[in-house]
């Protein structure tokens, strides 16, 4: 009796591995990390901060223009990953504003990660994270595409790839002002 208990939990042991092996290996950063946010549909709630550069910064400075809004950290690797993408759709479409916020980080460590990775928008500075408490910000990255009539337009939450974002920046991208 005992043996065989001990072969079924060896069988079970081998197969949550094997389960938890497949899951952590999945790559979906291309599948659409869209979210059904209770801010889509909504006007972008504006705020003022002041960037890591200590320069004002105020959200509502942007209407008239598609925002992508990203909210990230120098820590946050999925960053490194989505920065690069960002900075190349901020050259490729001069009307597209993109402007950072940061929270629970230190603005000399997030100048010198946008430097590293030659992304060169504003970064506001939320430490005490009231705006992403605005947008309902659970963890980092959160992504915001902002039509230019100050409506959100979606929300993505985690990494995206570069189809997701061209997907996103299409539709804000498209409206004529």
């Not at 223009?65 to 960002?86: D, H, I, N, T």
């Amino acid at each position: 009796m005992k043996r065989g208990a001990i072969v079924v939990l060896l069988a079970s042991a081998i197969t949550l591995a094997g389960a938890t092996a497949y899951v952590v290996t999945q790559d979906d950063t291309d599948a659409d990390p869209t979210t059904s946010s209770p801010r889509v549909g909504t006007v972008a709630p504006n705020w003022t901060l002041n960037t890591i550069d200590d320069a004002p910064i105020t959200l509502s400075d942007t209407l008239g223009q598609p925002v992508v809004l990203a909210f990230g950290a120098s820590w946050c690797e999925p960053c490194r990953k989505e920065y690069p993408m960002l900075e190349r759709a901020r050259r490729t479409h001069a009307e597209l504003r993109i402007v950072g916020v940061i929270e629970k980080d230190l603005p000399a460590k997030m100048r010198r990660f946008m430097n590293s990775l030659g992304a060169s928008w504003p970064v506001a500075n939320d430490q005490t994270g009231d705006v992403a408490a605005q947008y309902l910000v659970k963890g980092l990255p959160e992504t915001f595409f902002i039509h230019r009539d100050g409506t959100i337009q979606s929300h993505i939450i985690g990494e995206m790839s570069q189809d997701v974002l061209d997907k996103h920046l299409a539709a804000i991208l498209a409206q004529v002002p």
